[in-house]
C-alpha cells in the first residue's frame, strides 16, 4: 500500500464525510428542538437527489433551478413531517417517536419508489467529469462541489445561530424549553424551524451528491443511518461536532475500505459509533457527563 | 362476578373460533391439495384464465431487471387475450415483487402455488433468487422458466427448471476469446457479492486456465456500495490489461464512472446483466468504449436484414416502446422467451403443470428475444453460445463490435432457421 | 391466597392478593384457551401456505415476547433485536448443515453464543444513563447484518444457504404442519415461562424498575445488573426463534429478515399491542404479521401503506392496541360506570 493509495482513500473518504456531515446536522438540529432522533433525515438527502434529477429531466429545468425547487419541496416536506406526525405525539415514549420516524421513512421512500420508479437517476456532475490530480491521487470537481456545500453550509448555519433571531431563539429552546417559553419564544414555532432546516440541509446534501453516487429511492436509509453515527461521533446536539463526526467517520471508513477490506466497509461507521459509545459516550465535542 | 368473567372469556374464544372458521371456509375450498391437482383445467369452462405467475425484482437493487420483465409480462398478456387467449381461456400473470430477497422470493412462490394455483412460474430476476426457489419448485412440481443467467441453474439438470438468458459460462467464453484475439492476457475482476457475480466469478475461475488468461485481482462490491475507489485502486496498481465487471443495477455502471474518473487506463468489460439503457446513463463518461457480450436486442437494427430473427426483434422493441416509452432490453426478451415458451407449451401440451413441463421439455427450434431454443430432457438452457454478440457502447449507443456480425449469422444455422 | 375469597369483604392488603390471585388464575385460563385454540385451528385452515404464516406468527410472537420482557418490564429498547434473530439462526444453520451438528445442540450453541453477545453489549452500556443500549444495539444490528451478507464463506452471502431440518427423537419435523405444532409448542413454553418469570421475584423488581428506578434502588435492587439479565434473556427468546427459523419448511435463510427492518417491526410489534402485557406481543405478532401479508400482492405499493400504516397506529395508539381494546371493553361492558357508582373501589387499571 503506497503513500499515494493511503492519500487517495482519504481524499475519498473527505468527500463521502462531507455529505454524512450534512446529514448529521439535520440528526442534531431536530434532535435539539425535540429530543427526537428522526430516523427519517436520510429521506430528506434522497428527496434533494431525485427532485432535482426528476425536474431536469420532467420540466427540462436547468440545474440550479431544479436545486432549488428540490431543497423547497423537501423542506416542505420537512415541514408536514413535524406537523402531520410528529407533533401529535410528541407526548409519547421514545420508542413511539423510533417507530414514527421509520414509519415516515419507509412511507417517503415508497411514495418516492411510486412516483419516480426504483431506477437509479443519474444526475450530471455540476462542473464536468475531468478528474483533478493532486498529489497523485485524483479527486472529481464534484467531490469539490460536496466539500465546498459542507463548509458554506456550516458557515450559513453558525451565522444563523450567532447572529439571527431565530438561531439564537433556538438555541435558547435547546438549552431550556422552560425558561425560553417564559421568554416568550414560541417552542413550536422553533420546531418548525428545526425541521425546515434539517430537511433543506437534508436536500443540499443530496443535491450535490447525486453525481457522485446517483439518485435512488432507496439510498436515504443507509445514508441516515451513518449520518446518525456521525452525529453521536460528533456529540449529538452539537454542530460542530456533527461536521467533525461526519468527516472524521467518511475517512476512517475509507481507510478501513482501502486498507483493511471493502467488504465490511458498511460495518466499519458502526463500529465507530459502538467504540465511542464505550469509551467517551458524550462524542468527540460532547458535554463530558451529560447523559444523552 | 369470576364465573362471569370466565363465561366471558369463553364466549370470546367461541367468537374468535367462529370468526377463524368463517374465514378459513371459502378459502379451504379451492385450495385443498396445492399445486398437484388444480380443480379448474378439467371441464374448461370459456373464460377460465389460466394462471401463471410471474415472480420479479421490481423493487431493489436488480429493478433494471425485473421492471421491463414485468411490463413485458403485463405486455403479453393484453396481446395474448386481445387475440383470444389459448384455445378460449384468458392467460392471468399474477406479478410478484421478490424486492431483490431470496426469503421473498421463496415466500411468493409458495403463495402462488399453494394459495393461487399457478400452473407455471416465469421468473425470478435474478440467479440467486432462482438458486434459492429450485428446492421448492422441484417438490411442488410445477414448471418453473427463470429469467436469470447462472449456469448452475440447469446444469445439473433438474426436472421442473428451465431458463432463457444467455448463461454466464458462455459469457465468459465469449469475453474470453475477445481477450485472447486482443492480445490481453491478465485480467482483473470485480464482482458482486450477490448469487450472479459469486456464479459469473467462479465461471471465470474455471475458463481462464483454457483460454490462458491470468487473473490478477479479484475484488468485490456489494449492491449497496457507492465508493469503489478503494477496489479499483487496487486494479490500477495490479498490472491487468482489462478489467472484467460481473453485475447487474446500478453498482457496474458506478464502477465504469468511477474507473474513468480514477484514470483507470485499461479497457473495461461488462456481463451481460449490464445490458439495459440503465447502465449507459448512469455511467457516463464512463461507459463509452465499454465492452460487453449481449443478446442481438440491442442491436437489432444493426444485423444484416438476412438474419432470420431481425423482424420479430425489431417488432417486439417497437411494441414495448411504443407501450412503455423506454427502450426494449434483453431483461424484457428473456421474460418475453420465459412467457412465449410457457403459452406455447399450453398450446401443444395442455394446460396441467406436468403436461406444460413436458411441452417445454420437447420444444425446439423456437425463435425468440434471446436466441433460437432447444430443449432436451438432458439440456434445459435452450440456447447456444453463439446467441452473444460482442457490443460496444460508442456515443452513448450500443455498437455491433467489427467482426461480431459472423457470429450472428452462425448462430441460427443460416437463413432456414 | 385463595381465590374463593369476596373481594369486598376484605380489607385493602387482602384485596390486592386477591386480585393478583385472580389474575394469575385468569391469565392461566386465557394461556390454556390460546394453545387450545392453536391446537385445534389447523383442522379448519387447511391451505400449507396458510399454516406457513401462522408459524411465522408463532416466531414472530417468540421474539415479540422477549423483547416486551426488556422494554415493558425493563424499560430499555433494543433497536437491533433482528441481530440475535439472525445470530440464532445462522448458528443454528452453519452447525447443522456445514459442520453436521445435531440440530438440537446447535440450538443450544446458538443460544449461548447469543446471549454472550448480548451480554457483552449490554453489559458496559446498561450501566450508564440514558438510551445508550438502543444506539449500541442498532450499532449490533447493523453491523450483524453487514457481516452476514459479506461473510460468504461461512453464511453464503446475499445468496443464502440451505438449512436442515430438525426432528425429536428420530421424528422428522418435516411437514408444514408438524412444523406448525412444534413451533407452537415452543411458543407456549416460552409464553408460560415469561408469565412466569414477571411474576417471581426478579420480575416484580423488574417492574418496580420500569416504573421508578431510583425507587428500586432505594430499596435495594441492583438495576444495573436486573436489566442486563432481562435484556439476555430477551436476545436468548430471539436466538430461539431464530434456530427454530432455520429449521422450518423454508429449509433456506438469507441475510434481509435480520436487518434493522425486521428490528423495527418487532419494536411495533410490542408497542402496538401493548408494552409490559402478557397480551401485547400477541396482539402485536398476529396483527403485523397479517398486515405484511396482507400486502404482498400489492407488489411495490405495500411499502407506502406499511409505512402509513406504522405511523397511524403510534399516533393513534401509542399505548398499544390492547391497552385500547381494553378501554373499548371496559366502556362496552359497563364496567367503568358500574364501579364509579360503587364509589371508586380497586385501583386496578
Known amino acids: 500500500m503506497t503513500a499515494v493509495q493511503v492519500w487517495q482513500f482519504f481524499l475519498s473518504g473527505l468527500t463521502t464525510g462531507g455529505t454524512y456531515a450534512l446529514i448529521a446536522l439535520g440528526f442534531s438540529l431536530v434532535y435539539n428542538a425535540t429530543g427526537v432522533i428522526n430516523f427519517a433525515q436520510g429521506e430528506f438527502v434522497m428527496l434533494g437527489g431525485m427532485i432535482t434529477a426528476a425536474a431536469m429531466a420532467a420540466w427540462g429545468l436547468p440545474l440550479w433551478l431544479a436545486a432549488l425547487v428540490a431543497v423547497a419541496i423537501t423542506t416542505i416536506v420537512g415541514l408536514v413531517l413535524d406537523r402531520a406526525a410528529i407533533r401529535p405525539a410528541r407526548h409519547s415514549s421514545p420508542v413511539v417517536l423510533v417507530i414514527i420516524t421509520v414509519g415516515a421513512s419507509i412511507f417517503i421512500r415508497g411514495l418516492a419508489s411510486i412516483i ?13 467529469d475531468t478528474p483533478i490530480v493532486i498529489l497523485g491521487a485524483t479527486i472529481t470537481p464534484q467531490s469539490l462541489w460536496v466539500l465546498g456545500a459542507t463548509l458554506v453550509t456550516a458557515l450559513i448555519m453558525w451565522a444563523v445561530f450567532e447572529y439571527t433571531i431565530v438561531g439564537k431563539a433556538m438555541r435558547a429552546c435547546a438549552i431550556n424549553p422552560p425558561a425560553a417559553q417564559l421568554c416568550g419564544i414560541e417552542l413550536s414555532r422553533m420546531v418548525s424551524w428545526s425541521f425546515a432546516l434539517a430537511a433543506a440541509i437534508g436536500a443540499i446534501a443530496g443535491i450535490v451528491l447525486a453525481p457522485v453516487t446517483m439518485a435512488q429511492y432507496n439510498v436515504g436509509a443507509m445514508l441516515g443511518l451513518k449520518g446518525f453515527c456521525a452525529a453521536i461521533l460528533g456529540g449529538l446536539g452539537n454542530g460542530l461536532g456533527s461536521i467533525l463526526g461526519g468527516l472524521v467517520l467518511g475517512v476512517l471508513e475509507a481507510l478501513g475500505a482501502g486498507l483493511i477490506s471493502s467488504q465490511y466497509k458498511d460495518a466499519i461507521a458502526f463500529i465507530v459509533l459502538i467504540a465511542m459509545l464505550l469509551i467517551r459516550p458524550s462524542g468527540i465535542l460532547g458535554r463530558e457527563g451529560s447523559d444523552d | 362476578m369470576r364465573t362471569l368473567l370466565k363465561h366471558r372469556v369463553l364466549l370470546l374464544f367461541a367468537a374468535l373460533a367462529a370468526v377463524a372458521v368463517l374465514a378459513g371456509c371459502p378459502t379451504q375450498e379451492p385450495e385443498d391439495q396445492p399445486g398437484i391437482d388444480p380443480t379448474p383445467p378439467t371441464q374448461q369452462p370459456s373464460g377460465e384464465p389460466i394462471k ?20 413485458t409480462a403485463e405486455m403479453l398478456q393484453e396481446q395474448i387475450n386481445a387475440e383470444g387467449g389459448i384455445d378460449g381461456r384468458p392467460i392471468e400473470i399474477l406479478i410478484r415483487d421478490t424486492k431483490g430477497d431470496e426469503v421473498e422470493g421463496l415466500t411468493v412462490t409458495r403463495e402462488l402455488i399453494e394459495k393461487e394455483n399457478v400452473v407455471a412460474i416465469v421468473g425470478p430476476s435474478r440467479s440467486g433468487t432462482t438458486m434459492a426457489i429450485i428446492e421448492m419448485i422441484e417438490t411442488s412440481e410445477i414448471p418453473l422458466i427463470s429469467c436469470a443467467a447462472a449456469r448452475a441453474i440447469t446444469d445439473p439438470v433438474k426436472k421442473w427448471v428451465f431458463n432463457t438468458p444467455q448463461s454466464d459460462e458462455d459469457a465468459v467464453a465469449r469475453i474470453f476469446e475477445y481477450c485472447n484475439a486482443n492480445g490481453i492476457a491478465k485480467v482483473a475482476a470485480i464482482t458482486a457479492s450477490d448469487g450472479f457475480g459469486i456464479e459469473g466469478l467462479k465461471q471465470m475461475e474455471k475458463l481462464a486456465p483454457a483460454s490462458k488468461i491470468e487473473i490478477v485481482a479479484k475484488e468485490e462490491f456489494s449492491d449497496t456500495d457507492k465508493d469503489m475507489t478503494a477496489q479499483l485502486t487496487k486494479i490500477k496498481n495490479s498490472g491487468a490489461a482489462a478489467m472484467v465487471c460481473w453485475g447487474i443495477g446500478p453498482s457496474p455502471s458506478l464502477a465504469a464512472k468511477q474507473a474513468n474518473e480514477l484514470h483507470l487506463g485499461m479497457p473495461v468489460i461488462m456481463s451481460h446483466g449490464v445490458a439495459n ?19 442481438k436486442l440491442l442491436v437489432a437494427n444493426q444485423l444484416p436484414d438476412d438474419d432470420p430473427r431481425k423482424e420479430l426483434l425489431l417488432q417486439y422493441a417497437s411494441a414495448f416502446e411504443e407501450k412503455y416509452g423506454k427502450s426494449a432490453d434483453t431483461f424484457g426478451g428473456h421474460a418475453w422467451d420465459a412467457i412465449m415458451l410457457v403459452v406455447n407449451a399450453v398450446k401443444t401440451g395442455g394446460a396441467e403443470p406436468a403436461q406444460i413441463r413436458d411441452a417445454i421439455e420437447n420444444t ?17 438452457y435452450g440456447l447456444s453460445p453463439d446467441a452473444f454478440v460482442m457490443i460496444t457502447i460508442k456515443n452513448g449507443e450500443w455498437t455491433l463490435l467489427e467482426g461480431a456480425a459472423d457470429g450472428a449469422a452462425a448462430e441460427d444455422g443460416g437463413p432456414t432457421g | 391466597m385463595s381465590v374463593e375469597l369476596a373481594p369486598q369483604s376484605q380489607p385493602n392488603m387482602s384485596d390486592e392478593a386477591a386480585l393478583l390471585a385472580r389474575r394469575r388464575y385468569m391469565q392461566k385460563l386465557q394461556i390454556l384457551a390460546l394453545f387450545s385454540f392453536m391446537a385445534l385451528l389447523p383442522l379448519v385452515v387447511r391451505n400449507t401456505y396458510y399454516i406457513h404464516v401462522i408459524i411465522f406468527i408463532g416466531l414472530n410472537l417468540i421474539l415479540a415476547t422477549g423483547l416486551n420482557l426488556l422494554m415493558g418490564y425493563a424499560g430499555q429498547v433494543s433497536l437491533g433485536h433482528a441481530a440475535f434473530f439472525g445470530i440464532g439462526a445462522y448458528t443454528s444453520g452453519i452447525l447443522t448443515a456445514t459442520y453436521d451438528w445435531n440440530a438440537w445442540l446447535a440450538l443450544l450453541a446458538a443460544l449461548a453464543l447469543t446471549s454472550f453477545v448480548a451480554w457483552l453489549v449490554g453489559r458496559p452500556t446498561l450501566r450508564l444513563k440514558g438510551h445508550h443500549l438502543s444506539m449500541a444495539t442498532l450499532g449490533v444490528g447493523i453491523i450483524v447484518a453487514v457481516v452476514l451478507r459479506q461473510w460468504e464463506g461461512m453464511t453464503g ?14 421424528f422428522d419435523l418435516n411437514t408444514d404442519l408438524r412444523y406448525y405444532y412444534f413451533v407452537w409448542a415452543w411458543v407456549c413454553l416460552l409464553t408460560v415461562l415469561f408469565a412466569n418469570l414477571v411474576e417471581s421475584r426478579p420480575g416484580r423488581a423488574l417492574r418496580a424498575l420500569h416504573d421508578s428506578e431510583l425507587a428500586a434502588q432505594i430499596l435495594g435492587i441492583d438495576t444495573a445488573s436486573f436489566k442486563v439479565r432481562a435484556f439476555v434473556i430477551s436476545a436468548a427468546y430471539a436466538s430461539i426463534a431464530g434456530s427454530l427459523y432455520a429449521h422450518s419448511s423454508m429449509r433456506f435463510i438469507s441475510p434481509t429478515p435480520f436487518a434493522f427492518e425486521t428490528s423495527v417491526a418487532l419494536l411495533v410489534m410490542v408497542v402496538l399491542g401493548g408494552q409490559g402485557t402478557l397480551w401485547g406481543p400477541v396482539v402485536g405478532a398476529v396483527s403485523i404479521t397479517f398486515i405484511q401479508e396482507f400486502l404482498r400482492p400489492w407488489a411495490q405499493y405495500d411499502i407506502v401503506v406499511y409505512g402509513l400504516i406504522l405511523m397511524v397506529l403510534m399516533i393513534v395508539m401509542p399505548g398499544g392496541l390492547s391497552r385500547a381494546l381494553g378501554r373499548l371493553w371496559e366502556i362496552v361492558s359497563g364496567r367503568v360506570r358500574a364501579r364509579r357508582a360503587r364509589g371508586r373501589g380497586g385501583a386496578e387499571r
Open chain 2, 364 to 380: 425446439t427450434d423456437f425463435h425468440g428475444i434471446g436466441g433460437t431454443f432447444n430443449f432436451s430432457a438432458e439440456r434445459h
Open chain 1, 116 to 128: 419516480w420508479g426504483p431506477d437509479e437517476r443519474p444526475l450530471p456532475a455540476f462542473s464536468g
Open chain 3, 157 to 170: 452471502g446475499p445468496a443464502g444457504m440451505k438449512t436442515p431440518g430438525i426432528s425429536i427423537l428420530g
Open chain 2, 52 to 71: 401463471i405467475g410471474g415472480i420479479f425484482d421490481l423493487s431493489g437493487p436488480a429493478s433494471a431487471l425485473g421492471q421491463p420483465e414485468a411490463e
Open chain 2, 277 to 295: 439503457r440503465r447502465f449507459i446513463e448512469g455511467a457516463g463518461a464512463g461507459a463509452e468504449g465499454v465492452i460487453l457480450p449481449a443478446g
